[in-house]
Nanobody, 121 residues
């Protein structure tokens, strides 16, 4: 049984930064793409960023491109999401997921429980 545990969320002022972490346990981290999604109250869960296993290719939604950076540390079975220049509209629960590393929710099989990010104006 694969487990994904996110951490690093919190309350930050607009313009600030946060780094989210997601530790994967229960099975090998190798050969898995990793993604970050977010869900704001009353909205659908949306893609934020992802990184593939092969080639380490990264993808970003237009709303976070240039502000967020996804990375992975295979030795630590951990994927990170560095978020800078945060905006109030970034407020959401952020979820880590393991799958292909693509941009669609259906490409991910395993999900974490989420970590809350709140950006005040």
């Amino acid at each position: 049984q694969e487990q994904l545990v996110e951490s690093g969320g919190g309350l930050v002022q607009a313009g600030g930064s946060l780094r989210l972490s997601c530790v994967v346990s229960g099975r090998t981290f190798i050969n898995q793409g990793m993604g970050w999604f977010r869900q704001a109250p009353g909205k659908e869960r949306e893609f934020v960023a992802s990184v593939t296993w092969i080639g380490g290719r990264t993808y970003y939604s237009d709303s976070v491109k240039g502000r967020f950076t996804i990375s992975r540390d295979n030795a630590k079975n951990t994927v990170y999401l560095q978020m800078t220049n945060l905006k109030p509209e970034d407020t959401a629960v952020y979820y880590c997921a393991a799958g292909t590393g693509g941009i669609a929710r259906v490409e991910y099989v395993y999900w974490g429980q989420g970590t809350q990010v709140t950006v005040s104006s």
